[in-house]
């Protein structure tokens, strides 16, 4: 916990300089220069510090809380709610739990990307992550707005795990801190502080060095300097380079990932918990099924000898564990985190893998809101890749975990059904949504623009239509489709945008969207902080016809990354989860190892 607030801190003072690199980079792209790649050129300024050593702490790193925070989640609520079913009437089923009463609905002080600037503040600045009570040493906050259910004992870490110095000293440097306004109740990690904490714990944070050495680890190694040492290699028609943090580095790593890896599926867990993807295929979940069943299924990357595996997959589901073992009404998860630790327990003393790397070589794939909790502690040094990417709250790691795509399949035969949307110029509709009254956010983009102006469709249910035509229809001919956040950070509204060629609008602060480490997500997506609904018209209006045009014709070209094929196909969602997973294990390995 200490980490994320110290380098939250610290953050702030880049704050100001990374709003006016942002500038900068928004006007390059504004100007459409010849490649979209600005962002990551001029970030590589931090990666480029030669102050940046390795640490000894494995598995430390800023913008996550280190699993040893005591923390409990069910000491407040004890309701049930219906899952997000999206309006589409066939409700899933599912009974889920109000983790809290989000503080989202007086959404704390932005912190960047404004081009004001800022007064300064006095230096309170309190992670949404750091829960307090009124014992905790901030006595200036006014901490009424938190999650009560999030009871951590932040001090002691403060003082036994001080930051990384070597990072320290090269971010110190930096102006003083600066904050936007005076409300320091939490505060968001935007987009631009996500570049940041992912550049930093690229540069700094390690695995843990292998117990023992083995050929994968000169493997992953051999792979992570191809990569750094890409040729600059833009002659993939597939892939546009504007859409990428740097293309070339993405192809190289692909192309690497195609010839190296090599994945261990451990063949131990009970059907339907474990190995049973068929049950997950539809509904919102989707992506850990069919990740799951293509895993499973690829005769080019599962290895039957874990002595040749770079990578170990452990094949659950986390919609299957809630639905299995949850207890309807107890309000405790705590039989589904021991499940998952047991199972952890016994293939620890099955292989040696696991205590080789102390399983940071090891991955999930889950889809429920509750995996990212469920598996915190058993599962903390696994590469995780998560739906509920909450880099404020929800313990997500950027450089190791990874944002799962939630999709939501409707059909699973067909999963490309309704691929696609109109062109631009019969886009009639300003901006669309659709949703039911989850979380805090979506009663306030109502209050302000349900029914009060015509180019912006704001709606909470719409009207059943045989198949959810409505609905897809809205987002086949709207311009823009807010994603608004529901109980947790993910929707599928986002990938159902990019599906309909829609321009997705993310109103969800401290979501980290899909593959961040891999796509430049501002080339093809607006990100409206939830304080700023009130002006999301003049936002969206803002952007000039011309640049929508470039965003929508990007979004079709990104669509791609985003769609489930029957069989995979080069490129798609199924391979680039699986690269996400493996570039962030390539770029952990312990040199020393
Ligand atoms: C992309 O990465 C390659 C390899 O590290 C580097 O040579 C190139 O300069 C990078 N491009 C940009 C635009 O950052
Ligand atoms: C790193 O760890 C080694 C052994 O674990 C220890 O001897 C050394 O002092 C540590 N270095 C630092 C900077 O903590
Ligand atoms: C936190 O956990 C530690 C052991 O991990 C325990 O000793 C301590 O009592 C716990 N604190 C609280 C407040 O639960
Ligand atoms: C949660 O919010 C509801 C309404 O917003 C309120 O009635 C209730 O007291 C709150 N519960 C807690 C624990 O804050
Ligand atoms: C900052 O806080 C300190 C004590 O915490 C106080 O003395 C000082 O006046 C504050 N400064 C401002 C600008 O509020
Ligand atoms: C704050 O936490 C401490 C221990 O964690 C507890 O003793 C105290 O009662 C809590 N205060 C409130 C207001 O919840
Ligand atoms: C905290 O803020 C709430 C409203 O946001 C207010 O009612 C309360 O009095 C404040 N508490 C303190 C200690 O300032
Ligand atoms: C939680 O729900 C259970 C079962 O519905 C009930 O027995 C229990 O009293 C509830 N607890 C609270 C704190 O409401
Ligand atoms: C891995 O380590 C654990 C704890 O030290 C031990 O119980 C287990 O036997 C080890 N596994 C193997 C395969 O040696």
Redesign the pocket.
Known sequence: MGHEVQYILESKRLVWLVAVVFAVVIMFQYFEFPYGDAASSIFSVHRAQPTLSRTNQTETSYGIPKSSANITIFD??NHTRPVDTLDKGNNVGIENIILS?DSTASPPPSSSASLTPPTTVNNTVVSPSVALNNSTPKPEVNVTNLD?SFKKPATSENKNNPPISAGESSVKALPPVKAVHERPVGDIVTISDMHEILEHNRALVRSMKPLWSSMVDQELLAAKLQIENAPVNNNDRALYPPLYRNVSRFKRSYELMEKTLKVYVYKEGEKPIFHQPQAVLSGIYASEGWFMKHMKESKHFVTNNPKLAHLFYIPFSSRMLEEKLYVTGSGSRDNLVQHLKDYIHLIAGRYDSWNRTGGSDHFLVACHDWATDETRKSMDTCIRALCNSDVGREHFELGKDVSLPETYVRSPQNPLRELGGKPPSQRSTLAFFAGQMHGDVRPILLQHWENKDPDMKIFSKLPKSKGNRNYINYMKSSKYCICAKGYEVNSPRVVEAIFHECVPVIISDNFVPPFFEILNWESFAVFVQEKDIPNLKNILLAISNRRYLVMQQRVRKVQQHFLWHVKPVKYDIFHMILHSIWYNRVFRVDPAS
């Open positions: 407040v609520s009463n009560p």
